[in-house]
C-alpha cells in the first residue's frame, strides 16, 4: 500500500472513529441532512416530471385556424399554402366542416344528442397548423399566431398558448418555493452539522494539541473532520434516497388521480442515475461544509 492510499486509510478510520464516538450527534446530523434532501427531492422530482409533461404535450401542440364562413375550397387550398409559408409552421391541413362535426360528436360521446335538432353544421372549417421544432413552446406559439392574425378569410385562431404560459408559471412558482426552502433549510443544516464536527473537536482537544505539538499540519489534523462530515453528509444523501424511493413506491399509488391530472395523465418517474447521485452529492457538500464551518469557526483566536 502506498503511504498516500495508508495516509487516507489511517484518516478514514478517524473520520468513523468520531462518528461511532458521538452516535446521537452524529446521528442528528445525518438525519437533519436526510430530512432536508428527502423535501428538496420531493420538490426536484415534481419539478421533473412536470417538465417532461409539458415536453411530451409539445409535440402535440398547434394552432388551428377557423375559416370565414363560405370560403370557397379554392380559397381554402389558397389560404393553406400561404399559411405553410409561415415561419415556424411545419404542416398544415384542411379540416372541413364534415369532418369538424364528425370529430365534435366523437369527443362528446353521448352529448352529440344535442346537435340532432339542429338543421345545418354549426361547424366551422379550419386549417391545423402544426410546428416546426422550436416552436413548440408558449413563445414559439405566440409567433406563429401573430403572423397568422389578418390573413384574409381566417375569421379567428385559437392555440394552447394560454394553458402553456400557465403551466410554465406553475413550474416556476413550485422550483421557486423548492430553491427558497433549499437555501433555508441547507441553512439550518449546515448549523448542525457545524455544531456536531465542532463538538467532536472540542471531546478530542488533547489529541489535536499533541499533534500539533509534534508538528503535525492544520490540514492533517483537520482532514479527519472534514471526511466525517462527508460521510456524514453521504448518509444523509443514501437515507433521502430511501426514503424518496418507499414513497415513490409505496404512498404514490394512492394519489394517482392527484397526480395525472397535474401531470397530464404522464406516469411519474423516479431520479435517473445520474440525478440520484447529484442527491448524493448535495449531502455530501452539505457535510462537507458544515465540517469546514466547523473547523473554520475553531481555528479563530
Do not use: C
Amino acid at each position: 500500500m502506498s503511504r498516500a492510499a495508508a495516509q487516507l486509510a489511517s484518516f478514514l478510520r478517524a473520520a468513523l472513529r468520531g462518528i461511532t464516538a458521538s452516535p446521537l450527534t452524529s446521528g442528528i446530523a445525518i438525519a437533519t441532512i436526510g430530512v432536508t434532501l428527502v423535501l428538496l427531492g420531493a420538490f426536484a422530482l415534481l419539478v421533473a416530471n412536470m417538465e417532461r409533461m409539458l415536453d411530451d404535450v409539445g409535440d402535440a401542440l398547434h394552432v388551428t385556424a377557423f375559416l370565414e364562413e363560405g370560403l370557397a375550397p379554392e380559397a381554402q387550398r389558397e389560404l393553406a399554402s400561404k399559411a405553410a409559408t409561415v415561419e415556424g409552421v411545419a404542416s398544415v391541413r384542411i379540416v372541413s366542416k364534415d369532418e369538424a362535426l364528425a370529430r365534435f360528436r366523437g369527443g362528446v360521446g353521448r352529448g352529440a344528442a344535442l346537435l340532432e335538432g339542429l338543421s345545418e353544421n354549426p361547424l366551422p372549417a379550419s386549417l391545423e397548423i402544426g410546428l416546426a421544432d422550436g416552436y413548440r413552446s408558449a413563445s414559439g406559439l405566440a409567433r406563429v399566431s401573430g403572423s397568422l392574425d389578418g390573413l384574409p378569410g381566417i375569421s379567428d385562431l385559437t392555440s394552447g398558448q394560454d394553458w402553456v404560459e400557465g403551466y410554465l408559471r406553475a413550474i416556476a412558482l413550485v422550483r421557486g418555493i423548492g430553491w427558497g426552502l433549499a437555501v433555508i433549510l441547507a441553512l439550518a443544516t449546515l448549523l448542525i452539522v457545524a455544531n456536531t464536527i465542532r463538538l467532536a473537536v472540542l471531546s478530542r482537544r488533547d489529541e489535536l494539541e499533541i499533534l500539533a505539538l509534534v508538528g503535525a499540519s492544520r490540514a492533517y489534523v483537520g482532514t479527519p473532520f472534514l471526511l466525517e462530515g462527508l460521510i456524514q453528509g453521504a448518509a444523509g444523501g443514501v437515507l433521502a434516497l430511501l426514503l424518496l424511493y418507499a414513497v415513490f413506491r409505496l404512498v404514490l399509488p394512492g394519489f394517482e388521480f392527484g397526480l395525472e391530472l397535474v401531470l397530464g395523465g404522464v406516469a411519474p418517474r423516479f431520479f435517473t442515475a445520474s440525478e440520484a447521485a447529484l442527491l448524493l452529492a448535495a449531502g455530501s457538500g452539505l457535510g462537507l461544509f458544515g465540517a469546514a464551518a466547523a473547523l473554520a469557526s475553531e481555528s479563530r483566536p
